[in-house]
């Protein structure tokens, strides 16, 4: 599981690099975001380059959802294509977890939601590529 690991302030962004969250890779996004997540709050995933999920893919970002939530944050997602969009809505996710359509859009929602200043969102972003070991 390959994804872009970015940070605009008290957000967290994650694009995720494959094109595919299913049972082949649902484990994997797990355990990778059980570490690359620990201690956030604040937490978008970018899934614009997904062109498919199933269930278990459906199944892995609610984990992520309530391990955030566990810590008293909350997850937000954005740019998904649309048979991902179209799945969130037959399943109803999309009353669970914020959808937006841009990353800018998902990352404003919590500074209105969280009450964040704009001083917290600095102008340089930090990037880290990373992949999950296997």
């Known amino acids: 599981m390959k994804a872009l690991l970015e ?3 008290r957000v967290t962004i994650l694009t995720l690099l494959d094109q595919r969250l299913d049972t082949g890779n649902a484990g994997e996004f797990k355990r990778a975001m059980t570490v690359r997540l620990a201690g956030k709050t604040n937490v978008v ?5 997904v062109k498919s ?3 278990s893919g459906l199944g892995a970002i609610l984990f ?4 955030l939530n566990i810590n008293g944050g909350d997850l937000k997602l954005c740019g998904m294509m649309k ?8 399943v109803r996710l999309h009353r669970v977890i914020d959808v937006y359509n841009t ?4 990352v404003h929602a919590f500074l209105c939601q969280r009450n964040l200043t704009v001083s917290d969102v600095p102008g340089v972003r930090m990037r ?7």
């Open 7 to 9: 940070t605009e302030g």
């Open 45 to 49: 995933f970018d899934l614009s380059g």
């Open 53 to 55: 999920i199933d269930s």
């Open 64 to 67: 992520c959802l309530r391990q």
């Open 83 to 90: 048979p991902v969009r179209a799945l969130f809505q037959l």
């Open 103 to 106: 990353k800018e859009e998902a």
């Open 128 to 134: 880290q590529q990373w992949a999950a070991v296997e």
